[in-house]
C-alpha cells in the first residue's frame, strides 16, 4: 500500500510538472526572443540569444507611448471593474431578494446572453457606436465591458446571495439600517470571496482584450497597452524583437499585480469555490 502510495504521488508530481512547462513555455519564448536582436529572431527563434539584447525594451517603451498607453489600460479596466462590481452586486440582490416575475425574466434573459460570442455583435456595435459619435472614446468602451461582463457577474453574486441568511437583513432592519445599509454594510463585505474572483477574471479579460479596442479606438493617444503592440506588426514586415518586448511590458503590470496580491487571490478562489 505505502509503495503504490508513493508511485501515485511521483506519478502526480511528474505530471503537475509536465503542465506546468507546458504552460510556461510560451512565456519562455517571449522572454527569450525579447532579449534577441530581430535577425536573431528570424534565423532561430528557439536559440539562446548571443547577448543580451535590452534595445529592444527601450524602443517599445518609446515607441508604444508606454506611460500614456498604460494610463488608457488602467482607467478602462479600473473603471470597469468598479462599475462592475457595484451594479451587479446590486443587481444580484434585487433578482435574490425579490421574488418578481419580471426578475425572473431579466435574469434568465442575461443568463441566457452570455452564450452569445462577441464576433456576431462585432459589426452592429461599431455602426452604432459610430452613428452616436462614440468611438475613439474610452468610457464608451468602459460602458461596453460593463454590458458584456455584468451577466456572469450577476449570475455568480446571484448564487452566492442566495446562500446568506435572510435573518440578518431582518436583524439589521430591526436595528434601523436602511436597505442600502444593509447591501454595502452587511451583505457585500460577506461577498469578498466572490468579489475576488469577479475581479480576477474580469481585470485579465479586459487589461489583455484586444478586439473591441481595436474596432472602437483609433487614435494613438487613446489607444491600450495591446494595441500598441499590435503596431509593431507590418504589412510586409515584423520586428519580433519589438513585438515580445512590447508584449513583456504588456503582461509585466498583471504579473507585477498578482505577486502583491497572490495571497488574497488564491483566498478569494478558494473561497468562491467553496462556497
Not at 482607467?75 to 471593474?81: G, R
Not at 468602459?142 to 442566495?162: C, D, E, N, P, R
Request: net charge positive; with cysteine; glycine share 4%.
Amino acid at each position: 500500500m505505502k509503495k503504490s502510495a508513493v508511485i501515485k504521488k511521483i506519478c502526480f508530481y511528474v505530471v503537475f510538472i509536465l503542465l506546468l512547462l507546458l504552460f510556461l513555455y510560451p512565456f519562455y519564448l517571449v522572454l527569450l526572443n525579447s532579449l534577441k536582436t530581430n535577425k536573431e529572431v528570424i534565423l532561430d527563434s528557439l536559440a539562446l540569444p548571443q547577448a543580451l539584447n535590452f534595445e529592444g525594451y527601450q524602443k517599445a517603451f518609446e515607441k508604444m507611448n508606454y506611460l500614456q498607453s498604460f494610463g488608457n489600460s488602467l482607467i478602462v479596466t479600473s473603471l470597469s471593474i468598479f462599475l462592475l462590481v457595484i451594479i451587479a452586486a446590486m443587481c444580484a440582490y434585487l433578482f435574490a431578494r425579490k421574488n418578481w416575475k419580471i426578475n425572473n425574466i431579466i435574469f434568465m434573459v442575461m443568463v441566457a446572453s452570455m452564450i452569445i460570442p462577441f464576433q456576431t455583435i462585432m459589426i452592429p456595435i461599431v455602426k452604432n457606436f459610430s452613428a452616436f459619435d462614440l468611438t475613439d472614446n474610452l468610457f464608451a468602451v468602459v460602458f461596453f465591458y460593463l454590458g458584456a461582463h455584468v451577466s456572469l457577474a450577476v449570475f455568480m453574486y446571484h448564487g452566492f446571495i442566495k446562500n446568506i441568511p435572510y435573518e440578518l437583513e431582518e436583524a439589521a432592519r430591526i436595528d434601523g439600517c436602511g436597505q442600502l445599509g444593509i447591501l454595502f454594510r452587511i451583505i457585500f463585505p460577506m461577498l469578498k470571496p466572490i468579489t475576488s474572483t469577479i475581479v480576477i477574471l474580469d481585470v485579465l479579460a479586459i487589461w489583455n482584450d484586444f478586439l473591441l479596442p481595436f474596432i472602437l479606438l483609433y487614435k494613438n493617444s487613446l489607444k491600450t497597452l495591446p494595441l500598441m503592440t499590435y503596431s509593431f506588426v507590418g504589412q510586409y514586415s515584423t520586428d519580433y524583437s519589438l513585438v515580445t518586448a512590447g508584449l513583456v511590458l504588456t503582461i509585466l503590470p498583471i504579473i507585477i499585480l498578482y505577486l502583491f496580491l497572490q495571497k488574497q487571490i488564491i483566498e478569494g478562489v478558494s473561497q468562491g469555490a467553496i462556497k
